[in-house]
Structure formats: C-alpha cells, structure tokens
C-alpha cells in the first residue's frame, strides 16, 4: 500500500484538515465567477459576434485540450518540487486575472485568447490542487474530503448560474431572456469579485503539506507509477469514451421542446442534486470502498443516458437530466480520492495529472462520435439524436462490468 504523507491539523467540522474547506471555498468562488460567463459564452459568441457552431467548437476545442495536456507537466512538476499549493495558487490567478479581459473581446479571436488564458490556468491547477487534497486527509477520510470539495465546486457553479440568469434578466428590461453585449459586459464585471476572493482564500488560508523526500527526482512517465492506477486508466478510458460533452443532453432537452429558460432551471437543479448528494456519497464510498460506489454510479449513468435515447417527452428529460447529478456525486470526487488511495503521495500529482488529461483527451473523441452518431458526416447521415445515448449507454455497462473484475491489490 501506498505510504501516507501526515496530513495537517484537523479541523473541528467532519474531522477533516483546514486545506479540504480552504480549497472548497476557492472552488466555490471560482466556479461562480466562472459559470456566470461561461454559460453565456457560447450565446455570446453565436446571437452578439455572430460566430458560428464550427468556430465555438474550435475555440472549446483548442482551449480544453490545452487544459488536459498540462496538467500532466503542472501535476508532475507539483511532485518535482515537492510542493503543490502555490502552483494551484498561481493557476487560479491565472483564470481570475485573464477572464476580465472578456469585457473588452469583440471578436472570436479576442474570445479564444481569453479562454485559451482561462484553461492554461486550469491546467496549471488542477492536478496539484487533487493532489494538495489527498495529501490533506487520511485514506479512510478521502471520499468525504474529495466529496466535499465536489459540492463546494458544483454549489458555485449552481449559484453562477442563478446569477447569469439574474443579470440577463434584469439587463434586459423585459423579462425575456436575450443576451446582449451590455449583459454579457455586465456579468463580466460581477465575476471579478468571487475570481479574486477564491485566489486570496487559497493563498492566505491553504498549508503546504510536507512530501516524502525522494533520492531521485520523479520522470514524467508512466512507467514509475503503481500498477493498479494503470490497470485502472483504460477502463475509465472506455467509460469516458461514452460520456459525451453535456452539451448533447441539453440539445436532446431543446429537441423535444424544451424552451431555454426552462434548461437553464434544469441545468440549477441538476447542479443542486449534485451538489447535495457529493459529500454523504463520498462518505459513503469511505465506509464501502470506491469501487462500489463508482460503479453505482456508472449503472445510473447508463440508465439514465438509455433513457435519453428513448425518451419522447420534455418533462422525461428533465427528470432524467436532475437525477444525471447523482451520477456525478457517485464519481467525480471518489474516483479522485480511488487515484490518491493507489499511488505514492510523492507521485500523486503525476497520477492525477495523468488521470485527468486522458478524461479530457478522450472527452473530444467522445463528442466527436456523438455528434457523427447523432447528425452524420459526408455522406453517412447519422442515426438520429437517440444514437449517442444509446452508445454511451452501453459503454458504461461494459465499463462497470470491466471495473467490477478489476483487482485492487498488486
């Protein structure tokens, strides 16, 4: 079993370490300056600039593969150094300081630099930052302490949300939801605020956690990390190659006529359920293994994105996207806190680097196949929008059936 780091003291909410609530409150505030421009971005570029859907999905594309290859270096460098937090810090500057810039873009160009900026810093956080957690928390604590800092993530993108919607709204005048380039502009300066209170919680607040100090520095390479997390990689591989980009369930949402207000009610709802049910789940998994809880969790990934492939009214939809949340608290932070229990702590932050970049590379194949599977490509016209659910569907059963085989032990 992997050697353990000493965790700093604790404190007196759920036992768990002051850097867990730290590094929650930062996501908090970062995903509500985030979320609130973000899911405006796209409106903004397609009804204000005028771009179409092949330079939107360009500039995502260029921007999250970005964001996927360097966390393998930040991650890596985090266990070099034997340092993580002020990597993570920088990384969240990074995003606080170049999303203003959003205020003053008048062109597609204008809007890649900044989102391009936006996920540089992402990259540069991100697998510290998992890492910084793990390092903060005994094993038999890290679900709780990954769900946690799940839901502290998911509330603030919830409240930017709720926000974004507010500011169009009262933009507007009129009650409608039209986004112009004053509401836009005007959410823009919101955000400065929570983007800067996330970067100052977590360099004031946040400890470094001492690393076991290694007699050589650590490659960047697989070959030294532990067999279980690479006999792990490819069944996650093939789940992810069936989890699409979200935004396919939100057009499947708008296929059946769901009007946009009514989405954006649905997406907060979802981000509630996943919000609420990330730290008992975590918890959860602590008491009866990551791996069952994960695999729960992609049963009812599979159920639900069968059910968007036969679905044929909008009411379906919605109930089936709220209840998607439960998906989300079942895996994201366990299957993080499931790659802190499998490595060394001084290798932890490769291993989330890792970790973490073949989810996002595999995710642009993944939306790549649901969008042929869905519309087509040069003269293969597609199977319609039930296709990709379907697909992803089965992917995920063959994925649980796979992790249910896998063995834990060397």
């Not at 509330?155 to 009650?175: E, H, Q």
């Not at 792990?232 to 006529?257: E, H, K, M, W, Y």
């Not at 919605?318 to 490595?343: H, N, P």
């Amino acid at each position: 079993m992997p050697t353990e780091t000493t965790p700093p003291p604790k404190s007196a909410r759920f036992g768990l370490s002051r850097n867990v609530w730290i590094v929650t409150a930062t996501s908090f505030f970062t995903d509500v300056s985030s979320e609130m421009i973000f899911y405006l971005l796209p409106l903004y570029l397609s009804n204000v600039l005028g771009v179409g859907t092949s330079v939107i999905g360009l500039i995502d594309g260029i921007a999250e593969t970005t964001a996927s290859l360097l966390k393998v270096f930040s991650g890596w460098l985090s266990d070099w150094l034997g340092a993580r937090k002020w990597l993570t810090v920088s990384g969240y500057a990074l995003s606080a300081f170049s999303k203003p810039f959003l205020f003053f873009a008048t062109s597609w160009f204008g809007v890649l630099v900044v989102r391009f900026s936006d996920r540089v810093g992402k990259g540069i956080r991100t697998a510290p930052r998992d890492a910084l957690i793990a390092d903060s928390v005994a094993p038999e604590q890290r679900g709780l302490g990954f769900g946690i800092h799940r839901a502290g993530d998911t509330a603030g993108a919830a409240l930017g949300l709720l926000l974004a919607f507010l500011i169009v709204v009262a933009v507007s005048g009129t009650g409608i939801l039209v986004l112009t380039r004053q509401a836009f502009q005007t959410a823009v300066l919101i955000s400065i605020i929570p983007g800067i209170l996330g970067v100052l919680t977590l360099a004031i607040g946040a400890r470094e956690v001492p690393i076991k100090v290694q007699r050589e520095r650590p490659r960047l390479t697989l070959a030294g990390l532990d067999n279980r997390f690479k006999r792990f990689l490819p069944i996650i591989i093939l789940f992810t190659l069936g989890n699409s980009s979200d935004s396919f369930l939100v057009l499947r949402a708008q296929n059946l006529g769901l009007s946009l207000p009514a989405i954006l009610l649905m997406i907060f709802a979802f981000n509630i359920i996943y919000a609420a049910a990330s730290g008992p789940l975590g918890a959860l998994s602590d008491r009866l293994g990551r791996r069952r809880v994960i695999i729960g969790g992609w049963l009812i990934f599979a159920l639900i994105y069968l059910g968007f492939g036969v679905a044929n009214a909008a009411w379906q939809v919605v109930a089936l996207y709220v209840l998607y949340g439960l998906y989300y608290a079942a895996t994201e932070g366990i299957t993080k806190a499931l790659v802190g229990d499998l490595v060394q702590p001084e290798q932890r932050g490769t291993a989330y680097g890792v970790y973490n970049a073949a989810i996002g590379l595999t995710a642009l194949p993944a939306s790549v196949l649901a969008g042929v599977l869905w519309q087509g490509i040069g003269s293969f016209s597609g199977f319609g929008p039930r296709a990709p659910f379907v697909v992803g569907g089965v992917l995920a059963l063959v994925a649980a059936l796979w992790f249910s085989r896998w063995q834990s032990t060397e």
